[in-house]
């Protein structure tokens, strides 16, 4: 972990206004909610906003992709996961994403401002560690992990780069996975696989983590507090035993690896630890 | 289920480009989805587009909130998932939100166009059911369930339709929780929830599941296959036990009721059902 714990300065677009004593800019917390989610959710304007805009109003809907992604560094890829990083996403590019992608760099090129390269991209995470019931609907709630990164991507064109940042996310599926499959990957494999680089502009998270809450004249009923059930039910993601395909299909190998059978332990173990330690307000 | 098997006309921005063979414009599966997600990822421009909107960048990126959500009609409360209903949403509602609802709805008052009344949303839910490992990274994938849905949302004022979005959201959560619990809300917590209605203008989903596949020539190549493990593993949400809270802090009942026993086993069981059967290629 890093000593200098860095956080993203507040911008309009980033501020959580609603209950910011659950909100934090910590570069760590953020990043790290987003590295263990297996799925991203990446929005962007359907359109360039501004002045040059159509007023067709179907243009009002964002575009949203899922996307798997991973924070790192290029540059200095030992970096901590607190440290100032890329965003690296790998999913369906689409030509339209591509294309303003290329634009949007290519039209500030001269500005002399790298952060306002690429296509303004906003990235969604969140695990839902729990349903809070309490004795009322009002107060009801979920123990939840969120964070949002906003940030301007561009296509990866640099083959190093792409190779690495390829690697990076293969490993972030299964650790380990990249270096027991086939690789290097062929030119054509290179050529069909899209990775965006998205600098981060700002970002936030919002943990909450809290045991059933409730106001006092409803504490204060016997009755009521006699027949509501509170509590917290437990909520976390698990990996099954894993599926080999049947032999002569591509698959030969069905003794599950010690990589792999690390991986499911591993997260099966975190997964259920950080959902109970949340319910017990651990 | 309904006989009818309803689409979502394919608009522009709707339209799935790529694998168009996993797409689907059906409401039943885009509809069951979003209704099994605990949570969905909301997006709206973080300002009105157009030719009167600023030319400050940051207003490129698109705000996401995480909201909890279920499908219904509060004409037709009987209908079913496969029928045109609304989606209804409950979350923290910003304030900007609320205004650029209001906005939108009243400018539009005039046109006689009802679906385009009130803020353009793009909702996003994603379930992953399993990592399909094979030969090479570039083969590698996910079977997932996602669906998009695009609508107009304005704030529901209605008091009768406000108290049955808040139970129909409460049970979509915990099945059956709502009679349980201390009912109906005061004024007051009425007063403080907002719930949003949005009319859906269109949607698609996007369903893979499938098996490892790789190219002739590494599934020739017999050491490699002898040496790489390929398969599926299955990914699904798990509830743990149920923890009440602490006896004295607001609930005496302890055991764990018929209905959320049901719940978690139902939610487990279903769950990982629907991975296994992804990954056995049911």
Chains 1, 2 share one sequence.
């Not at 979920?142 to 490993?171: D, Q």
């Not at 996975?177 to 998205?198: F, K, N, Y």
């Amino acid at each position: 972990m890093p000593s200098h714990n860095l956080e993203y300065p507040k911008q309009p677009y980033s501020t959580v206004n609603r209950y910011g004593h659950r909100a934090s800019y910590s570069l760590e917390t953020i990043h790290q909610i987003i590295n263990t989610c297996p799925v991203l959710h990446v929005s962007f304007a359907a359109e360039a906003p501004g002045p040059g805009s159509s007023s067709d109003p179907d243009s009002a809907f964002p575009a949203i992709l899922p996307m798997i992604g991973q924070m790192g560094s290029f540059a200095r890829p030992s970096a901590d996961v607190g440290d100032v990083l890329d965003l690296y996403l790998h999913g369906y590019v689409s030509s339209r994403m591509v294309n303003r992608a290329r634009s949007a760099g290519a039209e500030s090129e001269g500005e002399g401002n790298d952060k306002k390269k690429g296509l303004p991209l906003t990235v969604a995470a969140t695990h839902v560690d729990g349903l809070v019931l309490s004795l009322t609907p009002y107060s009801h709630s979920y123990n939840y992990r969120s964070a949002v990164l906003f940030g301007h991507a561009e296509v990866v064109t640099g083959p190093a780069e792409k190779l690495w940042a390829m690697e990076l996310i293969t490993n972030s599926v299964v650790r380990d996975r990249w270096r027991h499959t086939r690789v290097p990957p062929t030119g054509a494999e290179m050529q069909s696989t899209s990775i965006l680089r998205v600098a981060i502009a700002g970002g936030s998270a919002k943990v909450q983590r809290s045991p059933p809450s409730d106001a006092k004249a409803d504490l204060a009923d016997a009755e009521l507090t006699a027949r509501v059930w509170t509590g917290i039910v437990p909520l976390h993601l698990t990996a099954a035993e894993p599926v080999p395909i049947p032999a002569g299909n591509g698959g030969d190998a069905k003794k599950v690896p010690p990589y792999l059978r690390e991986y499911v332990d591993g997260l099966n173990q975190s997964a259920r630890e950080m959902a109970l330690e949340v319910a017990e307000g651990g």
